[in-house]
């Protein structure tokens, strides 16, 4: 017995397969304030029922056989990997003996290789000692005529340093002469401007006093002239 969605029908299934709609129907209760209930069955017909297991039967069917395949195609994948690996690791292990031929013929030219090096080097180290045993020798008779030119310089120098000085000390000398003269000629310059200017003073004084005189004379000659003439001037006023 089940209700249905809105409450409104119950329905009822017997075993013979009978199917009874019920009008439900309760008085004072509206239908939107009851609670809604869902049922966890579904009503299915026979027919879709075993139509959905013959479906899942053949899911079944199809999940089992695809598994096989997967189970088939992996052990091909694997059977092939393996044999893969067997060609990958045969070609390996000759590649291996290649290179450790390989590596046996290198090894061999390298030691030759390092023992040529070795004789060079020998030679080199030889042929740069003697290199520079001659290049010492060389440079020491370089060092000797430097040391004589040096010391011939440094005889040179010394000389040239004493007449240098020798020279300094006559031009010491000689300007110590020629400052004593000129002072003694500028003394005597100057005494005798001295003498001169005394002179020369002497000589403006009486000029001076000379002058004075003649001044004084021409005055009293003036006056005496003059007092002649108004004399005269006055005589002549007279007799007029």
């Known amino acids: 017995l089940r209700v249905t969605f809105q409450d409104e029908y119950a329905v009822s299934v017997g075993d013979d397969g009978l199917v009874i709609l019920w009008k439900l129907q309760e008085v004072g209760v509206s239908k939107k304030e009851k609670e809604t209930t869902y049922a966890e069955e579904i009503l299915i017909t026979k027919s879709d029922l075993e139509e959905k297991n013959s479906l899942i039967r053949e899911l079944k069917q199809r999940v089992t056989e695809l598994r096989e395949e997967n189970d088939y195609q992996l052990k091909l994948k694997e059977m092939n990997y393996a044999e893969r690996i067997r060609d990958l690791t045969d070609k390996f292990m000759q590649e291996m003996e290649n290179l450790k031929t390989k590596n046996t013929v290198i090894t061999g030219e390298k030691e030759k290789e390092a023992s040529k090096h070795a004789e060079q080097v020998h030679d080199l180290i030889e042929k740069q000692n003697k290199e520079l045993q001659d290049l010492e020798s060389s440079n020491n008779q370089k060092l000797m005529l430097e040391y004589e030119k040096y010391q011939d310089l440094q005889a040179k120098t010394q000389k040239t ?5 020798r020279q300094i000390t006559e031009l010491e000398n000689r300007k110590e002469e020629e400052v004593t003269r ?5 003394t005597a310059q100057l005494e005798k401007l001295k003498n001169d200017l ?9 000029q001076s006093r000379d002058h004075e005189e003649t001044k004084r004379q021409i005055e009293e000659d003036a006056d005496e002239e003059i007092l002649k003439l108004m004399q005269t001037h006055e005589q002549a006023l007279i007799e007029c």
């Open 182 to 186: 000129q002072r003694m000629q500028y």
């Open 161 to 165: 340093q004493e007449e240098y000085e």
């Open 198 to 206: 005394i002179l020369e003073r002497e000589k403006n004084k009486q």
